[in-house]
């Protein structure tokens, strides 16, 4: 029902910068949340910021200030900017929705496929 599809990973240096998009799509009502977690090998996935229709923003401590997420409620895509990136940044992120499609009477989850950012030292 909910499509995500995340694209601008892949390998930088440490210092530099990588912009994160994923793009929501099929019979989509309406999306409350939307945000990016991350999982690096052997790690516990994790949060790594979401943003809310109205705006609110949630960050790990580990990103923020280096970090920015936003998203284009019209085009129902969130971005994350990542600054100053660092090899521990290294990790499958992952975009997800919380979302309410016309089939259901209740949001839901929804998952991307991952993208891989790597940070190299």
């Known amino acids: 029902q909910v499509q995500l599809v995340e694209s601008g990973g892949g390998l930088v240096q440490a210092g530099g910068s990588l912009r994160l998009s994923c793009a929501a799509s099929?019979?989509?009502?309406?999306?409350?949340?939307m945000g990016w977690y991350r999982q690096a090998p052997e790690k516990q996935r994790e949060l790594v910021a979401s943003i809310t229709s109205g705006g609110s923003t949630n960050y790990a401590d580990s990103v923020k200030g280096r970090f920015t997420i936003s998203r284009d409620n019209a085009r129902n895509t969130v971005y994350l900017q990542m600054n100053s990136l660092k090899p521990e940044d290294t990790a499958v992120y992952y975009c997800?929705?919380?979302?309410?499609?016309?089939?259901?009477?209740?949001?839901?989850?929804?998952w991307g496929q991952g993208t891989q950012v790597t940070v190299s030292s």
């Open positions: 997800v929705a919380f979302a309410l499609v016309y089939s259901n009477s209740a949001y839901d989850y929804y």
């Open positions: 099929g019979s989509i009502r309406s999306i409350l949340t």
